[in-house]
């Protein structure tokens, strides 16, 4: 069975730093094309960033460039996502994602595995 785990979300003041792991077991991964989401409050998930498990082609929503850097450990399995420069609209629960197949995408129901979010708050 898949299992996503994310970790790493808190409470953080505006411009400050977090960094999001997203521990990955259940199969191999090598394939598939990992990504991170968000959802705020009353609005729909969105695409954050992505990355290609096998080439580390990494793609980013336009609202995140330049902030926020979506890294793999391959020996971890683990997915990672650093954020700084953190504005109070960061402010959702992340979603870590898996899609079998190498493809990007920034369409939800891409995706077949998901994690159960972990909470980033950002103050002003």
């Known amino acids: 069975q898949v299992q996503l785990v994310e970790s790493g979300g808190g409470l953080v003041q505006a411009g400050g730093s977090l960094r999001l792991s997203c521990a990955a077991s259940?199969?191999?991964?090598?394939?598939?094309?990992m990504a991170w989401f968000r959802q705020a409050p009353g609005k729909e998930r969105e695409f954050v960033a992505g990355?290609?498990?096998?080439?580390?082609?990494?793609y980013y929503a336009d609202s995140v460039k330049g902030r926020l850097t979506i890294s793999r450990d391959n020996a971890k399995n683990t997915v990672y996502l650093q954020m700084t420069s953190l504005k109070p609209e960061d402010t959702a629960v992340y979603f870590c994602?898996?899609?079998?197949?190498?493809?990007?995408?920034?369409?939800?129901?891409?995706?077949?595995?998901w994690g159960q979010g972990t909470r980033v708050t950002v103050s002003s």
């Open positions: 994602a898996a899609r079998v197949g190498h493809w990007y995408s920034v369409r939800r129901p891409d995706y077949d595995y």
């Open positions: 259940g199969r191999t991964f090598s394939n598939n094309f």
């Open positions: 990355i290609s498990w096998r080439s580390g082609n990494t």
